[in-house]
């Protein structure tokens, strides 16, 4: 059984930066597709970014150069690094999930991935 937590959102000011945590298991470990996804009141789901068990990284246009996603295998904890935030960045973050069949996933983890598996989101709140 997939089980995501995430940790870490927050307010802070524009041209901040917060680190969220997820805190991942019951996912394929040796073939997946991890991400993050926003989703702000009245918007519909923005995907982030989303790291492959390959290790290739995607982001959404609108955080790349901003946001870096990462994975600690060994805590199996997933981080977004978000630098530079902007109030637009306002959302509540989840935390995604999926596994794969082996040599699949880095073909399919687009940023925007539509995942099954998320956790319950954390608020990030940037002011201007």
């Known amino acids: 059984q997939v089980q995501l937590v995430e940790s870490g959102g927050g307010s802070v000011q524009a041209g901040g930066s917060l680190k969220l945590s997820c805190a991942a298991s019951g996912y394929n470990y040796n073939s997946y597709c991890l991400g993050w996804f926003r989703q702000a009141p009245g918007k519909s789901r923005e995907g982030v970014a989303s790291i492959a068990d390959d290790g290739t990284t995607r982001y959404a246009d609108s955080v790349q150069g901003r946001f870096t996603i990462s994975l600690d295998g060994a805590k199996n904890t997933l981080y977004l690094q978000m630098n530079s935030l902007k109030p637009e960045d306002t959302a509540m973050y989840y935390c995604?999930?999926?596994?794969?069949?082996?040599?699949?996933?880095?073909?399919?983890?687009?940023?925007?991935?539509?995942?099954?598996?998320r956790g319950p989101g954390t608020q990030v709140t940037v002011s201007s």
């Open positions: 995604a999930a999926e596994s794969f069949s082996p040599g699949i996933a880095p073909q399919l983890c687009t940023s925007d991935y539509r995942f099954v598996h």
